[in-house]
């Protein structure tokens, strides 16, 4: 554990604070905090690995580049009241954050034009972790729901299947074309009970407390935060309400960033239980479902919780 009198020097820096000001708010790359702080690539390379050295940034590999963060050990005492009184006082800062959200809206397009350019035959093509056996697995385990939150529901075909015995169904996506897909196909199918929603897993476009069944099928690794995205569930859930996952158990089948945009390569059975307990469910039930013959041999997960009364 390095000592406060090295952490404090690492810190001291202005550029340095002005990236930890940043990593406080977003995981970012080099090439991220190039383009926002427009400092050479070997200039922030060698504050970043200052910052690591005194134990006040992390990293986490994704493909081939790595996404730098504030380090869990600085998010509380010394650290965060230094960051506050430097957001107050560099005159870069609010220039740097509001730079930094055009940089992470640059990421989301690119996630969301993928999306946008398989729109409408993407039920077609090959899904890893979408199977019958699993979305079986996972109808066992529910009862009759009334109104669900499709989150993440692409060109919305599970958001019709949900719709023939719901009351209501809200498919929530990011990609519009995908939800004019879905749009297209109730018509043509004239189910009336199902709307969808132009909007981010993140930040959810529904009321508090306003569902019944909170569903994330294979959505869940492509948000870049997904503990946010499993708190914005709790939010819009009703007391009692449940919530369903159904996701890829963690592999290493990297060609699944660029083949599909995926932000995450799944995840471990007791990392998706945490972050479920972590955003207010109680007794989450979490096991692998379903495992592929075939090469990469992909498995699903189902993780099934409850929000409990207040």
Known sequence: MPSIVKTLRAAADPSRLRILLLLQAEELSVAELQEILVMGQSTISTHLAQLKQAGLAEDRRTGKSSLYRLASGATEGVIINLLAEARAELTEA????????????KRQDRMRAFFDSVAGRMGRDYVPGKSWKSLTEAFLRLLPPTTIADL??????????????????????????????????ARRNNITNIEFRH????????????????????????????????????RILRPSGRI?????????????????????????????????????FSSPYVSVVDREADAPQFQTLLAVAHKPQP
């Open 94 to 105: 609010a220039a740097d954050q509001a730079a930094m959200r055009r940089v992470v809206k």
């Open 152 to 185: 993440g529901a692409g060109d919305g075909a599970f958001a019709l299947m949900l719709a023939q015995n719901a009351q209501r169904v809200i498919a929530v996506d990011s990609s519009e074309k995908m939800l004019e897909v879905g749009r297209e196909q």
């Open 244 to 280: 369903v996952v159904l996701d890829l158990a963690r592999h290493r089948y990297e060609q699944a960033r660029e083949l599909y945009a995926d932000e995450w390569l799944g995840f471990a059975e007791s990392d998706l239980e945490s972050m479920l307990i972590a955003a207010g």
């Open 199 to 234: 909007g981010d897993m993140e930040e959810l476009p529904l009321d508090a407390a306003s569902v019944d069944l909170v569903f994330f099928s294979q959505s869940l690794h492509h948000a870049a935060h997904p503990d946010r995205a499993l708190r914005e569930g709790a």
